[in-house]
């Protein structure tokens, strides 16, 4: 064993490659698409390093081609949670009990192995299994989760070397132990990166990790495992166990062993989640750590000195990349009638001219939507944008399901700023705009504040700065994530930790130090170097 202190490599982001013609990273995806397309995976449930086939057959499907299967995997149920939870508590012993710096290795092993060979494999994964584009793939699989590896080892290191001070006589010294039982890891179809960090945060900390990922996202998922694997992880400690959300989350949460929750995904399961965990906190050991993102109805507010091209140009990215399938999106949007036909010309002619279809095809700007579930979904708005008096489509409004789960990107033009579009979380590619008089500034901005019960992402644009400073007061807590002159998208590991309030979750921050703190118990310790040897005090001497 040494006894030397190690200190990680600093943390740096990693750059992001562009895929333009004749470039080679544009060819390496472009061969992994093909390799991929061509090729029908089976995906089994593992426990413990053990491969499980069920014969509880689901499918996972490109969205953009829903006719074309590109992996079948076997869902878990009750049986192998119990498993599942058998195998993380022998994989904890000796996972737990490693020196920290080789726990560290294996994802810093797993960050370099994705920023070289298993780089196009994971983006592969993601545009045809989640419908995203080359470019929105690097982003997500390749940099962030590469950036999550890293900058959490760091983190870790900083909790780590964080000790409390000793008076004379004294040595005072803190451990931060994994928790007292297994984390149960809950991932979302929509960020590839998500599915990478929600498991391996608690892992690094040396806890042993149950993951269920999302069914519409097993493909890019089982890669996700199998880096780890090739990385170093030991078997046990994270499980892997896609399936039907309660016939794996209803038995993880009732086994006493549960010790914590990392989760993305809605917030009505996460409530419901919330309650059930309440519900069976006398057979837990501890109580549990509950850390979620839930969701957003994010914003863009204008003030009449915005910059124009400047918001076009958010409101276009920030609500319609990744077919405005992120927490983050931007989905109502706040303009100042005098900006307003400006605005309103250059935004319909910039969303009229995105090209969507299969994200294979490079030109494209937009895929399909996950699945039929959020096509049928997306397409209700639609019809509240259509039958509502109070509502116009500007742009876009139409779909077609036949081959893929194409939505066309959608403005709508709303009069009542309380209306359900400008509330209600759509998670697609629908922007609502209430155009509000210039003089009642301060009215809109209490109503973009009280309108939705989420509080994720918001923006605002302005050039004066006294108009900053007062916006930013006004909606202080209305966005877990405040961008100024920018799409309040696109958070990056390290500069900007993501999560939020109110109904979007515990905003314990994703990508910063806070939220590995929430996978430790401390234990102070105390050792007194030189014992008192009698029991009286000084002041009870006779004078």
Known sequence: MT????HVPPPKNEPNLHYAPGSPERAALKASLARMSATEVEIPVVVGGKEIRTGKIAEVRMPHRHGHVLARFHQAGPGEVAL?????????????????????????KAAELLAGPWRQVLNGATVLGQSKTAFQAEIDSACEAIDFWRWNVAFADEIYAQQPVSSPGIWNRVEHRPLEGFVFAVT???????????????AIMGNTVLWKPASTAVLSGWHVLKLLEEAGLPPGVVNFLPGAGRAVGDPVLAHPDFAGIHFTGSTAVFQG???????????????????????GKDFVFAHPSAQVDALVTALVRGAFEYQGQKCSAASRAYVPRSLWPQVKERLVAEVEALKMGDPADFRNFMGAVIDRNAFESINGYLDVARNSPEARILAGGKSDGSEGWFIRPTVVETTNPHSQLMEEEIFGPVLTVFVYPDEKLDETLAACDATSPYALTGAVFAQDRRAVVHMAKALENAAGNFYVNDKPTGAVVGQQPFGGARASGTNDKAGALSNLMRWVSQR????????????????????
């Open 524 to 543: 102070a310790i105390k050792e007194n170097l030189v014992p008192p040897t009698s029991v009286g005090y000084p002041h009870q001497a006779e004078p």
């Open 273 to 295: 989640m919330w309650r059930t965990i309440a519900g069976n906190l006398p057979t837990y050991r501890t109580y549990p750590r509950i850390v979620g993102e839930t969701g």
């Open 84 to 108: 599942a939870a058998s195998a993380a508590r022998e994989a904890r012993r000796g996972w737990g009990a490693m020196a920290w710096h080789d726990r560290a290795a294996v994802f810093l």
């Open 3 to 6: 006894n030397a202190r190690f």
């Open 188 to 202: 979302p179809f929509n960020f590839t990166a998500i599915a990478a960090n929600l498991p391996t945060a608690p």
